[in-house]
């Protein structure tokens, strides 16, 4: 299988975080998650920390693609919001609930992503919107996997901008470009020729393998 692709994302708050929610850019967001899940979902793994406006998101795009999303995504949450969880939390079925710390908010988010960055083999990381949380799980997952591909979305506004200028981010179209299917399809070099697999233990390991041909096989979804 494949590495993971990370997202960090999330809808700024504005009585938490004024100056996130001042450049963000709520439909961007929710445009740029959806566009994340229809690139990755089938291809690579998907992790994330249970944000509650951006699990919706995901589990709605996930419906449509017709894979078992359950073995596509790793989705963590801290054991110190448990009566906040989300619905949509049980229909991923594959929910890492990580302990709470002293019943400490800092500690319990620390020892989450901690777990969560640590636990996989990543090839990148994207950065949608989001407050200092963002900024956070950028320096974090920038540490764990200094090789891995770093994709702030700057259109979508908030914390991404924040992150965008702490990398020096020269590519424009991250900041021009809201075709966001097309935009993650170069920045994490996933070809639009892969197939979507059902199941990751069907995906070949080698790329050119993956890729579409004429003559269908079983175990991958059509485009």
């Known amino acids: ?6 997202l960090s994302a999330g809808i700024p708050d504005p009585k938490r975080g004024p100056q ?3 450049t963000a850019d709520t439909v961007a ?3 740029a998650v959806s566009a994340l899940v229809h690139v990755v979902l089938g291809r690579r793994r998907l992790v994330w920390g249970g944000h509650p406006a951006i699990t919706p998101i995901v589990w709605a ?12 995504v790793s989705l963590y949450q801290s054991k ?8 949509d939390n049980a229909k991923f079925q594959n929910v890492t609930y990580v302990d709470a710390v002293d019943n400490d908010v800092d500690k319990s988010i620390e020892a989450m992503r901690n777990r969560m960055l640590a636990e996989h083999e990543y090839s990148a990381a994207v950065f949608i919107g989001g407050m200092k949380g963002i900024v956070d799980e950028y320096q974090l997952f920038s540490k764990l996997h200094p090789s891995a591909t770093l994709v702030p979305v700057l259109s979508t506004g908030g914390a991404a901008l924040e992150v ?5 981010v020269e590519e424009s179209d991250l900041q021009t470009d809201l075709d966001y299917v097309a935009v993650f399809h170069r920045h994490l070099k996933i070809s639009v020729r892969e197939e979507r697999y059902v ?5 070949p390991a080698l790329a050119e393998e993956r890729y579409w041909k004429p003559q269908t096989g079983n175990g991958f979804i059509e485009q």
């Open 61 to 72: 795009m996930a419906e449509e693609l017709g894979v078992e999303y359950g073995q596509w």
């Open 164 to 168: 965008g200028r702490m990398i020096a």
């Open 199 to 203: 199941n990751p233990a069907w995906q």
């Open 29 to 31: 967001i929710a445009a």
């Open 1 to 6: 299988m494949a590495a993971s692709i990370f």
């Open 80 to 87: 110190l919001w448990k009566d906040e969880f989300p619905e």
């Open 20 to 22: 996130y929610a001042a």
